[in-house]
């Protein structure tokens, strides 16, 4: 195995043993800070995952952001056919959004349009781990980093991650692209390049 997969392994094994308790209050304090930001940089179209299992619970955030009729909110699927993601816009959580690959929700069939990227103003992107330059090692499938490559050099590219998951250095390839800014449950960091 590799750096990036033993870092993956080990990092994966933290995260599955977190508390529900933890996991709820640290995504709460994250996704508010979020919000936050977004207020402050007015973004209103949003790239942002839904996520599963012991990621931070980006659901509240999600349907509290469909309630703003000035926001257009994306979120990703996979595209089998083509092995890449891609994004659809939704207007209702509950009725747009069924499981899809790795059983994570992701817009239902009839809305997967594959719209433009490059209207966004943001994009939410996951992490297991983020360097403090603003590297990710996510789960492996590459998905992100091909994704994010083809995405125009200004629309702003946040990391949501819990503090613990931080870590002064990972290995980085040629592919990979750096988000700007992390945002944890005790900092907001520009990525140091």
Known sequence: ?????????????????????????????????????????????????????????????????????????????IDNNLDKMKISKIKDFHQDLSPGVFDILEPIEELQKDDSANYLDLIVVPGLIFSKQGYRIGYGGGYYDMFLNETEPEVKKVGIVFSRFIVNELPVDDHDLPVDLIITEEDIIKAER
């Open 1 to 77: 195995m590799g750096i990036k997969e033993d870092l993956r392994e080990k990092y994966f094994d933290i995260r599955q043993n977190l508390s529900d308790e933890y996991l709820e209050e640290k995504s709460k304090l994250i996704t508010d800070k979020l919000d936050k930001y977004v207020k402050e940089k007015q973004f209103n179209n949003i790239m942002i995952f839904v996520s599963f299992r012991n990621e931070i619970n980006t659901h509240p955030l999600i349907k509290k952001w469909l309630k703003d009729k000035d926001k257009n909110i994306f979120v990703p699927y």
